[in-house]
């Protein structure tokens, strides 16, 4: 049996990844690396797809899961993906950590991997707008100054250097939309434009502000046709995903309004100097009261401009064209459909993709516990020693310390991946084993239970004092203090269970729990 390639994609959880996930999956080996689980990305379970959930910023964890890759046969291919991107326009340290570091680690990886071909997503929004009449081609460089644009132009530089130890091929994307729109701007203009607002008939300037844009399917043709023809492509090449010049808003809303209305609808155009002082005023409201509209005064600046785009190059390499009947203008007709057959769910998937893609609370909680794990560890062994500690858990006491630091690493990494993996019953099913063996070696109910909120309280103070960690004390609270109330809960049922039946029904099992949390991980190691 003639062996499938593999290939590894990175941010396989957003749009544009997981539609490639589906158009390959039947004819490649697929290790998808996301941040968020698979059954949150909606992703159908396939026998060709591996579902790693892993931070590419983070490298202890992405060197473990690239070992595994390389035992399990390797890759030929890797598309990267992953990236940070928000609409703020101001300074923000994930672009320097997902976007640069984690296409640095990516790059080491391949090196070590030796793929055929390393495939790097990048953007044409990252250049700046070209001056009337003219485009931009496959050669124009990333000018754009702001910090989303300096990331991809950092990690283009990169891609080109590690083009010396294997090929690399860079695709600059127009923007990406589906049939359900997904695409944050565009999502913005169509609710706003077809339902009856305010400002549903405002077009900023003259209307003519423009950017090319590209369906899924077509960019999905393109990255295949980058496989099939790796042989034969340079070492290392620039491509365009998208088509010809540029869509602008007045070509948008004339579609969308005459489609959804069923005549032509006349646009108020708003002039550039009122435009601005408006912007302004709704974000500074919107700051006040906790709800920033989508517009912000930098997107001022590129009114009526347009990032027109001259893709021949691309096309005629990759033996690749734009189809018509999926171009934006045609499209849109389907975008407005599917919104007035299900409005419901048309607006939730929008609004999950116009949220600012930043690492989700889980992770990095997830990989706040790995980083504290060794002094989370030497407090619990502390507080043991402690005269208190004497009276109420003396039977702990009585433990070997190897033997207890060992127990202890292995609640904390319990801990990690139930909060990575949003499921508990990995740790409900370890209290339940632990509540039978501490039973049958003589440990009272409410001793092991002091144990786990003693332990708990180091972890959340440990946790709370990350100066690393930003997110909410409500997310910290959701994922930690519950999951240990629940564990202590657990823990005193099962005790009370025991008191009833008065026989000691099951075995505290290591390796059971060990192979529940490799099935959980999907082969992810969580201990370097």
């Known amino acids: 049996m003639k062996k499938i390639p593999s290939i590894i994609v990175t941010g396989a959880s957003g749009i544009v990844g997981s539609s490639f996930l589906e158009s390959v999956k039947d004819n490649f080996k697929v290790y998808a690396i996301a941040r968020r689980s698979q059954k949150v990305a909606g992703v159908e379970p396939h026998p060709n797809i591996i579902w790693i959930q892993v931070d590419i910023g983070d490298w202890i964890s992405l060197r473990w899961v690239m070992h595994n890759i390389k035992r399990e046969g390797g890759a030929d291919f890797i598309f990267h993906l992953a990236g940070y991107y928000d609409f703020e326009y101001t300074p923000n340290g994930e672009y320097e ?22 495939i790097f997503a990048s953007s044409s929004a990252a250049s700046e707008f070209p001056g009337k ?60 434009w077809l339902e009856k607002k305010w400002n549903s008939k405002i077009l900023g300037g003259k209307g003519q502000s423009g950017i090319p844009y590209i369906h899924t399917n077509d960019l999905n043709r393109l990255i295949i046709s980058i496989l099939n023809k790796s042989r034969k492509l340079p070492d290392f090449d620039t491509y365009l995903a998208s088509p010809d010049g540029s869509t602008s808003h007045r070509e948008l809303f004339d579609v ?50 347009k990032l027109s785009i001259d893709s021949s190059y691309t096309r005629k390499v990759l033996d690749w064209v734009p189809t018509k009947r999926l171009s934006i203008q045609r499209r849109l007709l389907f975008l407005i459909e599917r919104m007035k057959s299900d409005p419901s769910e048309w607006h939730s998937k929008n609004k999950v993709a116009l949220k600012r893609d ?46 207890l630091e060992r127990d202890i690493e292995f609640f904390i990494q319990l801990l990690a991946v139930s909060v990575r993996t949003s499921d508990r019953m990995i740790l409900l099913e370890y209290a339940r084993k632990l509540a039978y063996l501490r039973s049958s070696e003589g440990f009272t109910l ?59 029904e099951s075995v505290y ?13 999907a082969f992810y190691n969580t201990s370097e």
């Open 133 to 192: 009449g003219e485009v931009l081609t496959e050669k124009s460089i990333l000018d754009a100054p702001y910090d989303y644009a300096r990331s991809k132009r950092a990690g283009e530089k990169m891609v080109k250097e590690f083009s010396k130890f294997f090929p690399c091929s860079i695709v600059r994307f127009a923007a990406v939309f589906t049939d359900c729109c997904e695409y944050g701007p565009l999502y913005v203009f169509l609710s706003t």
């Open 509 to 521: 099992d290591r390796d059971e729990i060990e192979g529940r949390i490799e099935e959980l991980e």
């Open 446 to 504: 409410d001793e092991v239970s002091r144990a786990i909120t003693e332990m708990g309280k180091i972890i959340l103070n440990k946790i709370g004092g990350d100066k690393e960690l930003k997110v909410r004390k409500q997310s910290i609270y959701d994922l930690i203090s519950i999951t240990l109330q629940m564990t202590v809960d657990e823990i005193a049922d099962s005790f009370e269970k025991i008191s009833l039946k008065k026989n000691i």
């Open 97 to 118: 950590r997902s976007n640069v570091k984690g296409t640095k680690y990516m790059l080491e990886q391949a090196k070590i991997l030796r793929v055929k071909r390393f």
């Open 358 to 403: 930043t690492l989700r609370p889980s992770l990095l909680i997830y990989n706040s516990i790995n980083r504290l794990k060794d002094e989370i560890v030497a407090e619990v062994m502390k507080m043991l020693l402690t005269p208190e500690a004497e009276k109420v858990l003396k039977n702990y006491r009585k433990r070997k310390k190897e033997n």
């Open 256 to 305: 969308a309004t005459k489609f959804f209305y069923g005549s032509k609808i006349r646009p108020i155009m708003m002039p550039k100097l009122l435009a601005y002082p408006g912007v302004v005023m709704r974000d500074i409201l919107g700051r006040i009261i906790g709800n920033r509209p989508f517009e912000r005064p930098w997107m001022i600046k590129y009114l009526d401009k």
